[in-house]
């Protein structure tokens, strides 16, 4: 059984900095694609950024651009997101998503073959 497990939130004032993690278990596949959503209470998920892994290839939301950073280790099966110069509207629940083939569309649908838990991240004025 396929499990995803965040690591990394917290509580940061406005401008500090996270890094959040997600490892991949259970699967001896490399995920085609893995992204990370968010979800301010009240309000939807929202994708925030997504690495397809076999290329690498890293796509963000505008709102993340220039702060936020995508990466993968492939040896340990994890995703990150690096977050900097944070804000108070970045204050969000974040999940760790993962598309197994080309066949789920993870950046235009949201639809993912897995889901984390979610990790908290506050950031405070």
């Known amino acids: 059984q396929v499990q995803m497990v965040e690591s990394g939130g917290g509580s940061v004032q406005a401008g500090g900095s996270l890094k959040l993690s997600c490892t991949v278990s259970?699967?001896?596949?490399?995920?085609?694609?893995m992204a990370w959503f968010r979800q301010a209470q009240g309000k939807e998920r929202e994708v925030v950024a997504i690495i397809y892994t076999g290329a690498g290839s890293t796509y963000y939301a505008d709102f993340a651009k220039g702060r936020y950073t995508i990466s993968q280790d492939d040896a340990k099966k994890t995703a990150y997101l690096e977050m900097n110069s944070l804000k108070p509207e970045d204050t969000a629940m974040y999940y760790c998503?993962?598309?197994?083939?080309?066949?789920?569309?993870?950046?235009?649908?949201?639809?993912?073959?897995?889901w984390g838990q979610g990790t908290q991240v506050s950031v405070s004025s």
């Open positions: 998503a993962a598309a197994r083939s080309t066949r789920t569309k993870l950046w235009t649908t949201g639809i993912a073959d897995y």
């Open positions: 259970g699967d001896s596949y490399r995920m085609y694609s």
